[in-house]
């Protein structure tokens, strides 16, 4: 089993720029590909991106492509995202997930959920 802690979200201006934690507990932190989602008020929880941890081998959906980078740190089990050149249209709670078996692209794939953090982008 693995749990998700969120942390580093917040209000910044429109340009700025926030650094996502998602720090996992569990000795199997490596076999699991780790996904950051979001979801505005009204809206459906989007795909954001995803990392493997084991090889780092990554994924962003077209929206946050050269904004915004995952990354992982294997020797703190933590994954995080980088989001730079904010737009008012990224706030959102952001949630990051751990897929065991999949490459987690939607909820469903998922087999565990962090509690999720605000991101509010003033314009």
């Not at 942390?7 to 926030?18: D, F, I, R, T, Y």
């Not at 000795?27 to 795909?47: D, I, L, M, N």
């Not at 980088?82 to 078996?101: G, H, Q």
């Amino acid at each position: 089993q693995v749990q998700l802690v969120e942390s580093g979200g917040g209000l910044v201006q429109a340009g700025g720029s926030l650094r996502l934690s998602c720090a996992a507990s569990g000795r199997t932190f490596s076999s699991y590909t780790v996904g950051w989602f979001r979801q505005a008020p009204g809206k459906e929880r989007e795909f954001v991106a995803f990392i493997r941890v084991r090889d780092g081998s990554a994924y962003s959906a077209d929206s946050v492509k050269g904004r915004f980078t995952i990354s992982r740190d294997n020797a703190k089990n933590t994954a995080y995202l980088r989001m730079n050149s904010l737009k008012p249209e990224d706030t959102a709670v952001y949630y990051c997930a751990a897929a065991r078996m999949r490459l987690p692209t939607a909820s469903h794939m998922c087999d565990y959920w962090g509690q999720g953090t605000q991101v509010t982008v003033s314009s």
